[in-house]
């Protein structure tokens, strides 16, 4: 709680003494001297700092994030609206980073300086170096433009979108279709999402295959493994059923912050694959110093970030039996 | 066995993606068309302000689909189209117009449209005071004599076809709901116009999709488009890229690179057509010595009028005659202009006093525009070689605007650089909001305060409520004291260069309505 107070203050000011004009944004770009003035009065703007800092947290307390100037419409709105669509996106490439990733730094810490532990650090560096928005451009060049096999952009067809569209209902597009049974959505879904989804990928893939390997390196070291190994036990066996433990929990701990920091990092690759997610959002709000928009999503990133952590911790007592929270 | 297991998972994964890129032709699942859908993608928010009231941003492509106003505007023949007006006239001195209402016109929710409509409308816009409520100033009631009767009395004359015909704050709408609902139901993402498309589904970070409404009066004989979507996409590389694969129909706004790519397509043309947007470079004539006319003379002179037409424009622009753009009723065409002339830059300059090297100036405009960008370097070079140092500074706009409206004249800039487009129709919406004097500063940002022109185009505009030569006449001698005195460089009228589908026709790019496709006219095939 404290943390989200303090960073409610440090982003409030932060907006507040930029340069720019939230009345004049708010009115519109050609909006007269007379119009801004009275916007100004209503958008409450004439007031002192402390007041409407006050008056800004009353509302937040009461589930109110304000309206946003860009938009026009509730900050709240904006965020539920943009927010699944995000960790949608994310999810798809956290699950493609950790299904490819994990596996592969195992496999590359167990015959560490081999061609596939080489080929597999070459991979990782390539991936984690890569710009992401560079990625994009080459995947819709390859995939959409030469080979037509994916789309280039959106969430789904237009076609879907007007003839037969998806009802709201987690905001995950892939999941809403397919508890409607609108099969024809899911696929176009699950089409849009691949792109964009395995751009998101190229960096925690990198990065989760580079700690398992390191992680595991550390631990194959230990008595206990040699000892399994001098009791007969496979490679791949100590290596996925005991070894593997061990390394995960620094592994979860980094994919839980980058997973946090990819829900408004990557406004890139959603400017590419134009995928109305919470980075563009975010991106757009800070450009045009929309503050109830900046400050709302700085309040629900940082309660992403105390709950991700949260429940990575609690994973990690789990796997970790030396772990114990009293 | 585990890890087997797990191999199991990771290539049922990988399968179910593979199938996934397996789909119907062209890589989509595709639901079966039986709609002539149009996809206008735009580069910014497509929805910004839904009231029709108080719209005055980019929502203008999308307003006119779902709403009308009484008059259209068609500056290719200089008339009016009728459109929920049929005919109108106005009283010999101006103060009285009346027009004649369409029969049997519905809104969205099957209400009929009566003369009650157009007049709540119309006084809900000016009682709001927001976006363009300023066009219906002159107004001082509105007079329902029938159901398909409206009257305007005047307090001064003035066009009120033109005020009728514009694409803001002229928007005829059912205020029912209104009352129902309260007043921020349009706010909301609601409409209830008349227009040929209503809406079908919005929600933020969604397309706005709209369909064709089976009751509108226009009837739906032909082919029509009968979806529309709007959608944003800010990458210019992906909305060339939809252009050239049919994924879309149309865009606002496209790069020169980009449409130079697309040019050579077979299934696209390119459409070329004058705009009534045209780009300024204002002087602060209260600074000095930009106070001395000679100065802004030379200033104007040394501009690259030519250079910047070919190589920044790469000729989509024409140097611009006075403020009042080319195919804009008002302009002159034999207005004088400036040109590139560095020697009697110099000669100008000496005879004001100002020797070589010691004339330091600010340049600010918007950031991100690359015109202006380019714009601004060649003038910086130019301006080197008469040894006048000049410092281009790009600003957010807000941040540009409100430099020019510091509260201490000394801050402000040299040289503000910015586009302009009118509001509607009407040459006094270039000359009133960029050189009328004003008490606060808005849009003048020549802080040019000039009695005698102020004059010239308060009487004009109350002339075009009565006899459009007479104000004319006018406009052209304001115009010529505007360029003598050299407040502003009036550096080009920009052409609007639009890449379509062939196969649409029907399409008409009516400076009018800017960045506006009438969908209904246009036929898909």
């Known amino acids: ?326 | 066995m585990r890890w087997r297991r797990l191999a199991a998972v990771l290539l049922a994964g990988l399968g179910l993606v593979g199938l996934s890129a397996c789909g119907s032709a062209g890589g989509q699942a595709q639901p079966k068309a039986e709609a002539a859908v149009a996809d206008y993608a735009s580069y910014t928010q497509v929805m910004v302000f839904w009231d029709p009231s108080d719209s005055y941003s980019n929502e203008i492509i999308a307003m006119p689909q779902m709403y009308e106003t009484l008059l259209r505007y068609d500056p290719q023949t200089d008339k009016f189209i009728p459109v929920l007006a049929t005919s109108y006239e106005k009283s010999q001195d101006g103060l009285t117009w009346t027009f004649h209402l369409r029969h049997n016109v519905h809104f969205h929710d099957g209400s009929l449209m009566t003369s009650a409509n157009v007049k709540a409308s119309i006084e809900r816009t000016m009682q709001r005071g927001n976006g363009a409520a300023y066009i219906w100033d002159a107004v001082k009631s509105i007079a329902t004599p029938d159901k398909y009767t409206v009257v305007f009395h005047l307090s001064t004359p003035s066009p009120i076809d033109f005020a009728a015909a514009s694409p803001y704050a002229a928007w005829i709408f059912n205020t029912a709901p209104l009352k129902q609902h309260g007043q921020n139901w349009f706010a909301k993402g609601h409409e209830d116009g008349t227009g040929p498309y209503e809406l079908q589904s919005w929600s933020n970070g969604q397309p706005l999709v709209l369909k064709a409404f089976k009751d509108y009066w226009g009837g739906w004989k032909g082919s029509h488009y009968t979806k529309l979507v709007f959608q944003t996409i800010q990458s210019s590389s992906t909305r060339a890229q939809m252009l050239e694969s049919g994924q879309l129909t149309f865009t606002d706004f496209l790069p020169f690179q980009e449409i130079q790519s697309l040019k050579s397509d077979k299934n696209l043309k390119v459409v070329v057509t004058p705009s009534w947007q045209n780009l300024m470079a204002f002087f602060n004539t209260k600074k000095k010595p930009l106070d001395n006319v000679l100065v802004r003379q030379a200033l104007s002179e040394a501009f690259p009028y030519q250079e910047v037409d070919q190589d920044v424009m790469h000729g989509y622009a024409t140097q611009s005659r006075g403020p009042v753009p080319l195919g804009l009723w008002g302009h002159d065409p034999s207005l004088k202009q400036y040109h590139y002339n560095l020697s009697q830059a110099k000669a100008l300059l000496q005879q004001a006093g100002i020797k070589p090297n010691t004339l330091n100036l600010t340049l600010t405009y918007t950031a991100g525009d690359d015109n202006e960008s380019n714009a601004a370097a060649l003038y910086k070079a130019s301006l080197a070689q008469i040894g006048v140092n000049l410092t281009v500074k790009p600003m957010p706009w807000v941040a540009q605007w409100n430099l020019a409206k510091a509260t201490n004249p000394a801050q402000r800039q040299d040289i503000f650089m910015m586009y302009w487009w009118p509001d509607y129709a009407n040459p006094y919406s270039f000359l009133f909001n960029l050189f009328h004097t004003e008490k606060t500063v808005n849009f003048n940002l020549a802080y040019y305060y000039n009695s005698g022109f102020d004059k010239l185009i308060d009487q004009a505009n109350i002339d075009s409520g009565v006899n459009r030569s007479e104000a004319v006449k006018l406009y052209d001698q304001a115009q010529t004291m505007l360029v003598q005195d050299a407040p502003a460089i009036f550096v080009f009228d920009e052409e609007h260069v639009r890449v379509i589908p062939k196969q649409m026709h029907g399409y008409y790019d009516n400076p009018a309505y800017t960045n506006v496709v009438f969908w209904y006219d246009v036929t898909p095939n």
């Open chain 1, 1 to 326: 709680m404290l943390v989200l107070v303090g960073l409610s203050v440090l982003t409030f000011i932060i907006t507040r003494v930029a340069p720019g004009d939230p009345a004049a944004l708010w009115m519109g770009p050609r909006a007269s001297a007379a119009q801004i003035a009275r916007a100004t009065v209503e958008l409450g703007l004439n007031r002192p700092l402390p007041v409407q800092y006050g008056i800004y947290m009353w509302d937040l307390v009461h589930g109110n994030l304000g309206v946003s100037i860009e938009t026009h419409q509730p900050v709240l709105n904006n965020i539920a609206a943009y927010l699944p669509a995000s960790l949608e996106l994310v999810t798809s490439g956290m699950l493609i980073a950790l299904v490819l990733g994990l596996p592969l730094g195992v496999l590359a810490a167990m015959r560490p300086g081999g061609a596939f532990d080489t080929l597999a650090r070459l991979a990782a560096v390539l991936s984690v170096s890569v710009p992401t928005f560079w990625l994009a451009f080459l995947l819709q060049i390859v995939f959409f433009k030469d080979l037509g096999l994916l789309p280039l952009a959106g969430r789904v067809s237009e076609l879907v979108t007007v003839l037969e569209p998806v009802r709201h209902i987690t905001g995950f597009m892939t999941v809403d279709s397919m508890l409607e049974g609108n099969w024809t959505a899911f696929w176009s879904a699950l089409q849009h999402l691949v792109l964009p989804a395995l751009t998101i990928a190229s960096y925690p893939f990198g990065l989760i295959l580079r700690m398992v390997r390191a992680s595991l390196l550390d631990v194959i070291s230990l008595d206990h493994v040699r000892l399994l190994r001098a009791l007969g036990q496979k490679r791949h066996t100590i290596a996925f059923r005991y070894a593997l433990k061990n390394a995960l929990p620094a592994t979860l701990t980094v994919l839980s912050l980058t997973f946090a920091y990819s829900l408004t990092g990557t406004f890139l690759v959603e400017s590419v694959f134009n995928w109305p997610g919470l980075g563009n959002y975010t991106a757009q709000a800070v450009v045009t110093n929309d503050y109830p928009a900046v400050m709302g999503v700085t309040l629900v990133i940082g309660v992403i970030y105390v709950v991700l952590n949260l429940v990575v911790d609690l994973v990690i007592a789990g796997i970790d039996p030396r772990v114990r929270y009293v």
